[in-house]
């Protein structure tokens, strides 16, 4: 039986996916990257360090850079991430999803937040969400980002669940295999061919629902 939601933050509950790109699509055009949708998708749901390591591999220029660079470089992007947070009200929520967090409180449904965001208590606070949060994995403590089952784990650990009693909700192709991994029941949230390992995918966050989630499951 299922008795809890662990859920990924940026991309599901809020659009700050979006601004985590443009974030570090600034950084990549100081650096010299090419940007594309795909560099995009592949950072979804990785870690700061992890992301620039992987912007900076796409044109070959890993080796480019000092380490105090490369912090220099993660503490830029993060700053002009923090500028486009800061100006976030409940208005970013993402459809649907403040609806489905009251109704799966109200019907004793347990939720845990599983995200690699540092900012994620901010980002919470800016859309009022915070309540609903009070048990959340934090990133600065995990060995291993996704795509290891480290953080949905430790998700369904902080709730006393099993993982088998928990659903993971995430819009990376990363975190579905996070989710996935530690045997939990995932449910991917965009585009279903980049989430086709999902058990049960969503084209957008207003498809989540109680009922949808019981019918795919039956
Ligand atoms: C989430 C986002 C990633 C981001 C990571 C770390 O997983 O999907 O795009 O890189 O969090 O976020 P932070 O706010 O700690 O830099
Ligand atoms: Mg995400």
Known sequence: DIKGFVFDLDGVITDTSVFHSQAWHQVADKV????DDELADALKGISRMDSLNLILKKDHKENDFSEAEKEALATEKNDNYLKLVNQMTPANILPGIQDFLATVKAKGYLLSLASASKNSPLVLKKLGLSDYFPKAVDPATLT???????????GAEILDLQPGECIGVED???????INAAGETSIGIGDPQILSAAAINFTDTTQLTLANIQQRLA
């Open 144 to 154: 291993h980002g996704k795509p290891d089952p480290e953080i949905f784990r430790r």
């Open 32 to 35: 010299g990257v090419t940007w």
């Open 172 to 178: 990376a192709a990363a975190g579905v295999q996070s």
